[in-house]
Protein backbone atom coordinates (compact mmCIF):
# COMPACT_ATOMS: atom_id res chain seq x y z
CA UNK A 1 0.00 0.00 0.00
CA UNK A 2 1.08 3.38 -1.09
CA UNK A 3 1.37 5.87 1.79
CA UNK A 4 0.65 9.62 1.63
CA UNK A 5 1.97 13.10 2.55
CA UNK A 6 0.38 15.82 4.71
CA UNK A 7 -0.29 17.63 1.49
CA UNK A 8 -2.15 14.55 0.04
CA UNK A 9 0.56 13.85 -2.84
CA UNK A 10 1.32 9.79 -2.49
CA UNK A 11 5.02 8.75 -1.24
CA UNK A 12 5.44 7.20 -4.17
CA UNK A 13 4.43 10.48 -6.61
CA UNK A 14 6.36 12.29 -4.07
CA UNK A 15 9.57 10.03 -4.73
CA UNK A 16 8.88 10.81 -8.34
CA UNK A 17 9.38 14.25 -8.30
CA UNK A 18 12.39 13.92 -6.07
CA UNK A 19 14.08 12.25 -9.25
CA UNK A 20 13.02 14.34 -11.82
CA UNK A 21 13.59 17.48 -9.89
CA UNK A 22 16.79 16.14 -8.75
CA UNK A 23 17.65 16.00 -12.80
CA UNK A 24 16.19 19.02 -13.47
CA UNK A 25 18.92 20.30 -10.82
CA UNK A 26 21.80 19.11 -13.03
CA UNK A 27 22.22 22.43 -14.54
CA UNK A 28 23.03 23.38 -10.84
CA UNK A 29 25.21 21.50 -10.82
CA UNK A 30 27.19 22.29 -13.91
CA UNK A 31 26.25 25.98 -12.60
CA UNK A 32 28.16 25.66 -9.02
CA UNK A 33 31.40 23.21 -11.37
CA UNK A 34 31.79 25.30 -14.17
CA UNK A 35 31.73 28.80 -12.02
CA UNK A 36 34.20 27.48 -9.33
CA UNK A 37 36.11 25.17 -11.34
CA UNK A 38 38.41 28.35 -11.91
CA UNK A 39 39.29 29.01 -8.79
CA UNK A 40 42.23 26.22 -9.01
CA UNK A 41 43.16 27.01 -12.88
CA UNK A 42 43.55 30.76 -11.88
CA UNK A 43 46.94 30.54 -10.63
CA UNK A 44 47.87 27.91 -13.63
CA UNK A 45 46.08 30.42 -16.62
CA UNK A 46 48.06 33.28 -14.99
CA UNK A 47 51.46 31.89 -15.18
CA UNK A 48 50.67 30.10 -18.66
CA UNK A 49 49.61 33.04 -20.57
CA UNK A 50 52.39 35.60 -18.10
CA UNK A 51 49.10 37.69 -17.74
CA UNK A 52 48.85 40.38 -14.70
CA UNK A 53 45.89 41.07 -12.17
CA UNK A 54 43.74 42.52 -14.49
CA UNK A 55 43.92 40.50 -17.05
CA UNK A 56 43.38 37.23 -14.98
CA UNK A 57 40.01 39.74 -13.12
CA UNK A 58 38.90 39.49 -16.62
CA UNK A 59 38.98 36.04 -18.17
CA UNK A 60 37.91 35.23 -14.78
CA UNK A 61 34.75 37.49 -14.91
CA UNK A 62 33.84 37.25 -18.33
CA UNK A 63 31.97 33.80 -18.41
CA UNK A 64 29.60 35.79 -15.88
CA UNK A 65 28.64 38.04 -19.15
CA UNK A 66 27.90 34.90 -20.86
CA UNK A 67 25.56 34.19 -18.04
CA UNK A 68 24.02 37.50 -17.99
CA UNK A 69 23.03 36.92 -21.65
CA UNK A 70 22.00 32.96 -21.47
CA UNK A 71 19.64 34.41 -18.21
CA UNK A 72 17.92 37.26 -20.57
CA UNK A 73 17.35 35.01 -23.52
CA UNK A 74 16.14 31.30 -21.21
CA UNK A 75 12.63 32.89 -20.65
CA UNK A 76 11.61 33.21 -24.10
CA UNK A 77 13.77 30.04 -25.47
CA UNK A 78 11.77 28.29 -22.43
CA UNK A 79 8.33 29.86 -23.15
CA UNK A 80 8.73 28.76 -27.01
CA UNK A 81 10.24 25.74 -26.69
CA UNK A 82 9.90 24.42 -23.52
CA UNK A 83 11.85 24.06 -20.48
CA UNK A 84 13.44 20.38 -21.16
CA UNK A 85 14.65 21.94 -24.85
CA UNK A 86 16.39 24.40 -22.92
CA UNK A 87 18.12 22.33 -20.63
CA UNK A 88 19.41 20.24 -23.49
CA UNK A 89 20.65 23.34 -25.26
CA UNK A 90 21.93 24.23 -22.10
CA UNK A 91 23.72 20.92 -21.42
CA UNK A 92 25.35 21.15 -25.15
CA UNK A 93 26.61 24.93 -24.70
CA UNK A 94 28.31 23.14 -21.36
CA UNK A 95 29.78 20.46 -23.11
CA UNK A 96 31.35 21.90 -26.24
CA UNK A 97 32.76 25.20 -24.20
CA UNK A 98 34.54 22.86 -21.87
CA UNK A 99 36.40 21.21 -24.67
CA UNK A 100 37.23 24.78 -25.43
CA UNK A 101 38.25 25.56 -22.50
CA UNK A 102 40.37 22.82 -21.85
CA UNK A 103 42.58 23.42 -25.14
CA UNK A 104 43.05 27.28 -25.86
CA UNK A 105 45.91 28.55 -27.59
CA UNK A 106 45.75 32.35 -26.49
CA UNK A 107 44.45 34.15 -23.33
CA UNK A 108 41.59 35.87 -25.71
CA UNK A 109 40.77 32.56 -27.52
CA UNK A 110 39.91 31.22 -23.50
CA UNK A 111 37.47 34.11 -22.79
CA UNK A 112 35.90 33.38 -25.48
CA UNK A 113 35.08 29.99 -24.47
CA UNK A 114 34.51 30.83 -20.90
CA UNK A 115 31.91 33.82 -22.35
CA UNK A 116 30.04 30.43 -24.19
CA UNK A 117 30.18 28.49 -21.13
CA UNK A 118 28.93 31.28 -19.13
CA UNK A 119 25.40 31.57 -21.17
CA UNK A 120 24.97 27.95 -20.65
CA UNK A 121 25.40 29.03 -17.08
CA UNK A 122 22.71 31.52 -16.93
CA UNK A 123 20.39 29.25 -19.09
CA UNK A 124 20.25 27.15 -16.60
CA UNK A 125 20.14 29.44 -13.74
CA UNK A 126 16.99 30.20 -15.30
CA UNK A 127 15.19 27.28 -16.32
CA UNK A 128 16.38 25.20 -12.58
CA UNK A 129 14.07 27.63 -10.81
CA UNK A 130 11.29 27.87 -13.03
CA UNK A 131 10.60 24.02 -13.70
CA UNK A 132 10.95 22.75 -10.25
CA UNK A 133 8.45 25.66 -9.26
CA UNK A 134 6.21 24.16 -12.25
CA UNK A 135 6.60 20.58 -11.00
CA UNK A 136 6.64 20.70 -7.14
CA UNK A 137 3.47 20.50 -5.06
CA UNK A 138 3.38 23.47 -3.30
CA UNK A 139 3.64 21.93 -0.03
CA UNK A 140 7.05 20.92 -0.68
CA UNK A 141 8.26 23.46 -3.55
CA UNK A 142 10.58 25.11 -0.87
CA UNK A 143 11.90 22.06 0.01
CA UNK A 144 12.44 21.03 -4.20
CA UNK A 145 13.75 24.61 -5.15
CA UNK A 146 16.39 23.90 -2.71
CA UNK A 147 17.69 21.47 -4.57
CA UNK A 148 19.05 24.00 -7.51
CA UNK A 149 20.78 25.47 -4.74
CA UNK A 150 22.46 22.12 -3.41
CA UNK A 151 23.27 21.40 -6.74
CA UNK A 152 24.79 24.24 -7.12
CA UNK A 153 26.95 23.88 -4.27
CA UNK A 154 27.01 20.29 -4.62
CA UNK A 155 29.18 21.17 -8.09
CA UNK A 156 31.68 23.87 -6.25
CA UNK A 157 32.58 20.81 -3.79
CA UNK A 158 33.03 18.14 -6.48
CA UNK A 159 35.03 21.27 -8.68
CA UNK A 160 37.60 21.65 -5.77
CA UNK A 161 37.94 17.88 -4.93
CA UNK A 162 38.53 17.02 -8.66
CA UNK A 163 41.06 20.46 -9.08
CA UNK A 164 42.75 18.68 -5.77
CA UNK A 165 43.17 15.40 -7.34
CA UNK A 166 44.26 16.69 -10.43
CA UNK A 167 46.91 18.42 -8.94
CA UNK A 168 48.11 15.76 -6.90
CA UNK A 169 48.41 13.49 -9.91
CA UNK A 170 50.56 16.19 -11.49
CA UNK A 171 53.28 16.41 -8.52
CA UNK A 172 51.12 19.54 -7.31
CA UNK A 173 51.70 22.13 -9.65
CA UNK A 174 48.82 23.30 -11.54
CA UNK A 175 51.39 24.20 -14.90
CA UNK A 176 52.95 21.08 -14.36
CA UNK A 177 51.92 18.18 -17.45
CA UNK A 178 49.46 15.22 -16.93
CA UNK A 179 49.02 13.31 -20.07
CA UNK A 180 49.88 16.07 -22.45
CA UNK A 181 48.18 18.65 -20.84
CA UNK A 182 49.00 21.03 -17.91
CA UNK A 183 46.80 20.16 -14.91
CA UNK A 184 44.57 23.45 -15.18
CA UNK A 185 43.82 22.46 -18.86
CA UNK A 186 42.34 19.06 -17.81
CA UNK A 187 40.54 20.65 -14.52
CA UNK A 188 38.12 23.15 -16.96
CA UNK A 189 37.64 19.85 -19.30
CA UNK A 190 36.47 18.09 -16.71
CA UNK A 191 33.40 19.91 -16.64
CA UNK A 192 32.49 17.75 -20.14
CA UNK A 193 31.47 14.59 -17.71
CA UNK A 194 28.14 16.05 -16.01
CA UNK A 195 27.53 17.88 -19.35
CA UNK A 196 26.54 15.02 -20.94
CA UNK A 197 24.65 13.42 -17.68
CA UNK A 198 22.57 17.08 -17.94
CA UNK A 199 22.22 16.27 -21.41
CA UNK A 200 20.60 12.69 -20.75
CA UNK A 201 18.32 13.59 -17.84
CA UNK A 202 16.99 16.50 -19.78
CA UNK A 203 15.58 14.16 -22.27
CA UNK A 204 14.07 11.46 -19.25
CA UNK A 205 12.56 14.20 -17.88
CA UNK A 206 8.83 14.93 -18.18
CA UNK A 207 7.77 18.87 -19.65
CA UNK A 208 6.28 21.01 -17.39
CA UNK A 209 2.46 20.93 -17.38
CA UNK A 210 2.25 24.88 -17.52
CA UNK A 211 4.15 24.39 -20.75
CA UNK A 212 1.90 21.33 -21.74
CA UNK A 213 -1.12 23.50 -21.55
CA UNK A 214 0.11 26.92 -23.04
CA UNK A 215 0.80 24.63 -25.79
CA UNK A 216 -2.53 23.22 -26.11
CA UNK A 217 -1.33 19.71 -24.92
CA UNK A 218 -3.53 18.92 -22.50
CA UNK A 219 -3.69 15.39 -21.77
CA UNK A 220 0.10 14.91 -21.48
CA UNK A 221 -0.08 17.76 -19.00
CA UNK A 222 -2.93 15.69 -16.79
CA UNK A 223 -0.27 12.74 -17.11
CA UNK A 224 2.51 14.83 -15.67
CA UNK A 225 0.25 16.00 -12.89
CA UNK A 226 -0.47 12.54 -12.35
CA UNK A 227 3.02 11.72 -11.80
CA UNK A 228 3.98 14.61 -9.83
CA UNK A 229 0.68 15.48 -7.82
CA UNK A 230 -0.59 11.91 -7.58
CA UNK A 231 -4.16 10.28 -8.70
CA UNK A 232 -5.59 11.81 -4.89
CA UNK A 233 -5.40 15.50 -6.33
CA UNK A 234 -8.44 17.18 -8.49
CA UNK A 235 -6.42 16.77 -11.76
CA UNK A 236 -9.87 18.28 -13.91
CA UNK A 237 -9.32 21.22 -10.95
CA UNK A 238 -5.29 21.70 -11.34
CA UNK A 239 -5.92 21.59 -15.00
CA UNK A 240 -8.42 24.09 -15.16
CA UNK A 241 -6.39 26.05 -12.52
CA UNK A 242 -3.51 26.34 -14.75
CA UNK A 243 -6.25 27.03 -17.74
CA UNK A 244 -7.92 29.70 -16.07
CA UNK A 245 -4.30 31.44 -15.45
CA UNK A 246 -3.12 31.22 -18.66
CA UNK A 247 -6.16 32.68 -20.08
CA UNK A 248 -5.78 35.96 -18.41
CA UNK A 249 -1.90 35.98 -18.99
CA UNK A 250 -0.06 36.06 -22.64
CA UNK A 251 3.33 34.99 -23.34
CA UNK A 252 5.45 37.56 -21.13
CA UNK A 253 7.67 40.64 -22.76
CA UNK A 254 10.32 42.91 -21.24
CA UNK A 255 7.50 45.99 -22.06
CA UNK A 256 5.17 43.83 -19.43
CA UNK A 257 7.82 44.73 -16.73
CA UNK A 258 7.60 48.03 -17.07
CA UNK A 259 5.62 49.91 -13.80
CA UNK A 260 6.05 53.66 -11.98
CA UNK A 261 8.79 52.42 -9.49
CA UNK A 262 12.01 54.11 -11.89
CA UNK A 263 10.48 52.71 -15.20
CA UNK A 264 9.52 48.39 -13.97
CA UNK A 265 7.12 47.16 -10.99
CA UNK A 266 7.84 47.12 -7.69
CA UNK A 267 8.00 42.78 -7.72
CA UNK A 268 10.73 43.20 -10.29
CA UNK A 269 12.52 45.64 -8.82
CA UNK A 270 12.24 43.31 -5.46
CA UNK A 271 13.67 40.49 -7.81
CA UNK A 272 16.57 42.62 -9.21
CA UNK A 273 17.87 43.53 -5.75
CA UNK A 274 17.91 40.33 -4.02
CA UNK A 275 19.64 39.14 -6.69
CA UNK A 276 22.47 41.86 -6.59
CA UNK A 277 22.47 41.42 -2.90
CA UNK A 278 23.18 37.72 -3.09
CA UNK A 279 26.31 38.45 -5.28
CA UNK A 280 27.51 41.83 -3.78
CA UNK A 281 28.22 40.22 -0.04
CA UNK A 282 31.07 39.04 -2.02
CA UNK A 283 30.30 35.01 -1.74
CA UNK A 284 32.18 34.53 -5.25
CA UNK A 285 35.09 35.82 -4.03
CA UNK A 286 35.23 32.59 -2.00
CA UNK A 287 34.67 30.31 -4.69
CA UNK A 288 36.50 31.99 -7.80
CA UNK A 289 39.73 33.16 -5.80
CA UNK A 290 39.90 31.67 -2.73
CA UNK A 291 42.96 29.20 -3.82
CA UNK A 292 44.66 32.66 -4.83
CA UNK A 293 43.87 34.64 -2.00
CA UNK A 294 45.19 32.07 0.54
CA UNK A 295 48.78 31.71 -1.08
CA UNK A 296 48.52 35.68 -0.72
CA UNK A 297 48.33 35.66 2.66
CA UNK A 298 50.93 32.65 2.88
CA UNK A 299 49.18 29.12 2.53
CA UNK A 300 51.17 26.83 -0.45
CA UNK A 301 48.88 26.01 -3.08
CA UNK A 302 48.17 22.64 -2.40
CA UNK A 303 47.19 23.35 1.50
CA UNK A 304 44.84 26.44 -0.52
CA UNK A 305 43.00 24.19 -2.56
CA UNK A 306 42.54 21.78 0.53
CA UNK A 307 40.76 24.66 2.22
CA UNK A 308 38.79 25.60 -0.67
CA UNK A 309 37.27 22.00 -0.53
CA UNK A 310 36.68 22.66 3.40
CA UNK A 311 34.90 25.94 2.68
CA UNK A 312 32.97 24.27 -0.23
CA UNK A 313 31.72 20.69 2.40
CA UNK A 314 30.54 23.86 4.80
CA UNK A 315 28.92 25.18 2.19
CA UNK A 316 26.30 22.03 1.74
CA UNK A 317 26.53 21.95 5.41
CA UNK A 318 24.58 25.20 5.09
CA UNK A 319 22.13 23.58 1.83
CA UNK A 320 21.05 21.03 3.82
CA UNK A 321 20.03 23.64 7.00
CA UNK A 322 18.07 26.01 4.49
CA UNK A 323 16.55 22.93 2.58
CA UNK A 324 15.38 21.53 6.33
CA UNK A 325 14.24 24.71 7.59
CA UNK A 326 12.91 27.03 4.09
CA UNK A 327 9.34 25.20 4.40
CA UNK A 328 9.19 24.76 8.27
CA UNK A 329 10.17 28.61 8.97
CA UNK A 330 9.98 30.18 5.90
CA UNK A 331 12.02 31.84 3.43
CA UNK A 332 12.24 35.70 4.95
CA UNK A 333 13.34 34.78 8.42
CA UNK A 334 16.45 33.03 6.70
CA UNK A 335 17.43 35.93 4.86
CA UNK A 336 17.37 38.19 8.39
CA UNK A 337 19.47 35.64 10.01
CA UNK A 338 21.76 35.07 7.09
CA UNK A 339 22.11 38.87 6.89
CA UNK A 340 22.85 38.98 10.63
CA UNK A 341 25.50 36.71 10.44
CA UNK A 342 27.17 37.56 7.38
CA UNK A 343 27.84 40.93 8.17
CA UNK A 344 29.71 39.89 11.50
CA UNK A 345 31.82 37.62 9.65
CA UNK A 346 32.51 39.81 6.83
CA UNK A 347 33.61 42.67 9.30
CA UNK A 348 35.28 39.95 11.73
CA UNK A 349 37.29 38.79 8.29
CA UNK A 350 38.03 42.35 7.77
CA UNK A 351 39.75 43.08 10.69
CA UNK A 352 42.08 40.27 10.10
CA UNK A 353 43.32 41.02 6.79
CA UNK A 354 44.07 44.54 8.21
CA UNK A 355 46.72 42.89 9.82
CA UNK A 356 48.36 41.87 6.43
CA UNK A 357 52.02 42.78 6.09
CA UNK A 358 53.42 43.04 2.58
CA UNK A 359 56.00 40.44 1.65
CA UNK A 360 57.60 40.59 -1.95
CA UNK A 361 54.25 39.61 -3.72
CA UNK A 362 52.29 38.75 -1.04
CA UNK A 363 51.11 39.83 2.45
CA UNK A 364 51.27 37.93 5.46
CA UNK A 365 48.95 37.80 7.99
CA UNK A 366 49.98 37.10 12.18
CA UNK A 367 49.40 33.53 13.66
CA UNK A 368 46.09 34.87 15.43
CA UNK A 369 45.13 37.04 12.30
CA UNK A 370 45.19 34.17 9.83
CA UNK A 371 43.08 31.67 11.89
CA UNK A 372 40.82 34.54 12.67
CA UNK A 373 40.73 34.71 8.80
CA UNK A 374 39.84 31.72 8.11
CA UNK A 375 37.27 30.88 10.87
CA UNK A 376 35.08 33.77 9.44
CA UNK A 377 35.69 32.87 6.23
CA UNK A 378 33.94 29.87 6.77
CA UNK A 379 31.44 31.11 9.00
CA UNK A 380 30.32 33.49 5.88
CA UNK A 381 29.80 30.95 3.63
CA UNK A 382 27.86 29.20 6.45
CA UNK A 383 25.66 31.49 7.02
CA UNK A 384 25.41 32.17 3.33
CA UNK A 385 24.60 28.84 2.68
CA UNK A 386 21.76 28.18 5.25
CA UNK A 387 20.08 31.44 3.94
CA UNK A 388 20.99 33.55 0.89
CA UNK A 389 21.95 30.96 -1.19
CA UNK A 390 19.05 28.80 -1.28
CA UNK A 391 16.38 31.15 -0.50
CA UNK A 392 16.98 33.85 -3.39
CA UNK A 393 16.38 31.26 -5.63
CA UNK A 394 13.47 29.88 -3.95
CA UNK A 395 11.60 33.31 -4.41
CA UNK A 396 13.06 34.20 -8.04
CA UNK A 397 10.89 30.85 -9.00
CA UNK A 398 7.80 31.28 -7.16
CA UNK A 399 7.28 35.20 -6.33
CA UNK A 400 6.49 36.92 -9.38
CA UNK A 401 3.15 36.94 -11.14
CA UNK A 402 2.20 34.04 -13.41
CA UNK A 403 1.79 36.80 -15.96
CA UNK A 404 5.26 37.92 -16.02
CA UNK A 405 7.06 35.19 -13.58
CA UNK A 406 9.19 33.99 -17.44
CA UNK A 407 10.44 37.72 -18.03
CA UNK A 408 10.90 38.38 -14.66
CA UNK A 409 12.84 35.51 -14.03
CA UNK A 410 15.45 36.56 -17.08
CA UNK A 411 15.49 39.71 -15.87
CA UNK A 412 16.30 39.10 -12.20
CA UNK A 413 18.95 36.26 -13.29
CA UNK A 414 20.65 38.67 -15.14
CA UNK A 415 20.86 40.93 -12.95
CA UNK A 416 22.60 38.79 -10.89
CA UNK A 417 25.55 37.87 -13.51
CA UNK A 418 26.02 41.72 -13.97
CA UNK A 419 26.13 41.92 -9.97
CA UNK A 420 28.48 38.72 -9.93
CA UNK A 421 31.16 40.21 -12.78
CA UNK A 422 31.23 43.34 -11.28
CA UNK A 423 32.46 41.93 -7.88
CA UNK A 424 34.59 38.97 -9.81
CA UNK A 425 36.17 41.77 -12.01
CA UNK A 426 36.83 44.19 -9.55
CA UNK A 427 38.27 41.63 -6.56
CA UNK A 428 42.14 41.08 -8.23
CA UNK A 429 42.70 44.80 -8.34
CA UNK A 430 40.46 45.61 -4.91
CA UNK A 431 42.56 43.11 -3.09
CA UNK A 432 46.16 44.58 -4.32
CA UNK A 433 44.75 47.76 -2.84
CA UNK A 434 43.43 46.62 0.51
CA UNK A 435 41.94 43.30 1.43
CA UNK A 436 40.63 44.43 4.18
CA UNK A 437 38.87 47.56 2.78
CA UNK A 438 37.33 45.19 -0.34
CA UNK A 439 35.63 42.93 2.74
CA UNK A 440 34.34 46.53 4.43
CA UNK A 441 32.49 46.68 1.35
CA UNK A 442 31.07 43.40 1.73
CA UNK A 443 29.94 44.00 5.11
CA UNK A 444 28.40 47.61 4.59
CA UNK A 445 26.48 45.70 1.82
CA UNK A 446 25.10 42.37 4.06
CA UNK A 447 24.08 45.33 6.78
CA UNK A 448 21.93 46.75 3.77
CA UNK A 449 20.54 43.53 2.70
CA UNK A 450 19.05 42.58 6.28
CA UNK A 451 17.31 46.41 5.97
CA UNK A 452 16.30 45.47 2.74
CA UNK A 453 14.71 42.18 3.79
CA UNK A 454 13.05 43.52 7.06
CA UNK A 455 11.14 46.62 4.87
CA UNK A 456 10.81 44.87 1.68
CA UNK A 457 10.37 41.22 0.94
CA UNK A 458 7.32 39.43 1.47
CA UNK A 459 6.31 36.28 2.21
CA UNK A 460 6.13 33.70 -0.23
CA UNK A 461 5.78 30.25 1.72
CA UNK A 462 2.53 27.51 1.16
CA UNK A 463 1.31 29.74 -1.86
CA UNK A 464 0.48 28.43 -5.28
CA UNK A 465 1.57 30.25 -7.79
CA UNK A 466 -1.21 30.83 -9.51
CA UNK A 467 -1.93 32.99 -6.01
CA UNK A 468 1.28 35.14 -6.79
CA UNK A 469 -0.06 38.83 -7.11
Known amino acids: MVGTTPSGTSSENLGHVVFITAAAAIGGFLFGYDSAVINGAVTGIQRHFRVGAVEIGFVVAIALLGSAIGAWIAGRIADQWGRTRTMQVAALL????????????AIWDLALWRVLAGVG???????????????????YRGRLGSFQQLAIVLGIAVSQLVNFAIVQL????VNNRLAGLEAWQWMLGACLVPALLYLLFSTIIPESPRFLVAVGRNETARAVLAEVEGEGVDLDERLAEIQRSLRVERRPRLSDLRG????????VWIGILLSVFQQFVGINVIFYYSASL??????????SLLISFSTSIINIVGTFVAIA???RIGRRPLLLIGSAGMAIALGVAAWAFSSGVPSGATVRLPSLQGSVALVAAHVFVLFFALSWGVVVWVLLGEMFPNRIRAAALSVA?????????????????LARWSLAGAYVGYTFFAVLS???????????KGRRLEEMG
Open 413 to 429: AAAQWVANWLITVSFPS
Open 325 to 327: LVD
Open 170 to 173: AGGE
Open 94 to 105: FAVSSIGQALPF
Open 294 to 303: WQSVGINQSD
Open 450 to 460: FLFVWFLVRET
Open 121 to 139: IGMASVIGPAYIAEVAPPA
Open 260 to 267: PALGLLPI
